[in-house]
């Protein structure tokens, strides 16, 4: 089992940068698959970016293309999402969430039911 704590959110100006961090604590953080998404108010949770156990990454394009990339460092089980060029529409709860684990090395996915486990989301904030 994993835990998973999101950060980084912000306040941010259109055109701007954040760097949201997924901090897991739990076994073998290095054979989960993580992916982030987001939930604006009034919309549906959307995928945002997986990157998979083996450091294999997937993005929304058409929302995120060359503007969002995401990263992973197994020594400090931390995910990142380095976030440029920050619009309006980026606007929304952005969580985190693991699939996977030990013995159950999965890849990529951006459907959220295929993900076991989920942070409680930071917000971000895009003034135009």
């Known amino acids: 089992q994993v835990q998973l704590d999101e950060s980084g959110g912000g306040l941010v100006q259109a055109g701007g940068s954040l760097r949201l961090s997924c901090a897991a604590s739990?076994?073998?953080?290095?054979?989960?698959?993580v992916g982030w998404f987001r939930q604006a108010p009034g919309k549906e949770r959307e995928f945002v970016a997986s990157i998979s156990w083996s450091g294999i990454s997937t993005y929304d394009t058409d929302s995120v293309k060359g503007r969002f990339t995401i990263s992973r460092d197994n020594a400090e089980n931390t995910v990142y999402l380095q976030m440029n060029s920050l619009k309006p529409e980026d606007t929304a709860a952005y969580s985190c969430?693991?699939?996977?684990?030990?013995?159950?090395?999965?890849?990529?996915?951006?459907?959220?039911?295929?993900?076991?486990?989920w942070g409680q989301g930071t917000q971000v904030t895009v003034s135009s």
């Open positions: 739990g076994r073998a953080f290095s054979s989960y698959t």
């Open positions: 969430a693991a699939r996977g684990g030990p013995g159950r090395r999965v890849g990529v996915s951006r459907f959220a039911r295929e993900y076991d486990y």
